[in-house]
């Protein structure tokens, strides 16, 4: 092989090589009356600015994929929501909605988190986000 086709495979593979670390860049903002995506472990603001919320936990305990049961499952979300440095637990379901914890003035609704659980994997919770329409009352 000549120098040339050498720099060019070397080339050719760097090029894939780059294509695959391709990651996916969330939004660190959410808009209260539209639905946004959060991932655990991190802060989002308001797009105006006065408030935050961080994601501590997400719970699935969904039906895994390939199995047969005979609950649905849940969702559960459990953070912490400030507004004017004031910080208050919370605690979102999926399906029990009575044992929802939420901030004064806001209803949260799950929408959706991914991903869907598979019979026979375990996922890891820093992989999980999930779809959240927080509003106003």
């Given at each position: ?14 090029l894939f090589a780059g294509m695959g ?60 929501w400030t507004e004017k440095k004031s ?51």
């Open positions: 092989m000549n120098p040339n086709s050498i720099i060019k495979w070397l080339l050719i593979v760097l670390c391709e990651e996916t860049v969330f939004d660190p903002t959410f808009t209260i009356g539209k639905e946004s995506v959060f991932r655990i472990n991190q802060i989002y603001y308001s797009g105006d600015g006065q408030y935050s919320f961080l994601i501590n936990k997400i719970g699935d305990s969904r039906c895994p994929e390939g199995a047969l049961c005979i609950w649905q499952g849940e969702i559960t979300v459990n953070g912490e910080k208050t637990n919370i605690e979102l379901h999926s399906v029990m909605s009575a044992l929802q914890k939420e901030p004064d003035g806001f209803t949260f609704q799950i929408i959706d988190a991914k991903p869907h659980p598979k019979l026979g994997t375990e996922s890891n919770p820093e992989d999980s986000v999930v779809t959240l329409l927080i509003k106003r009352k």
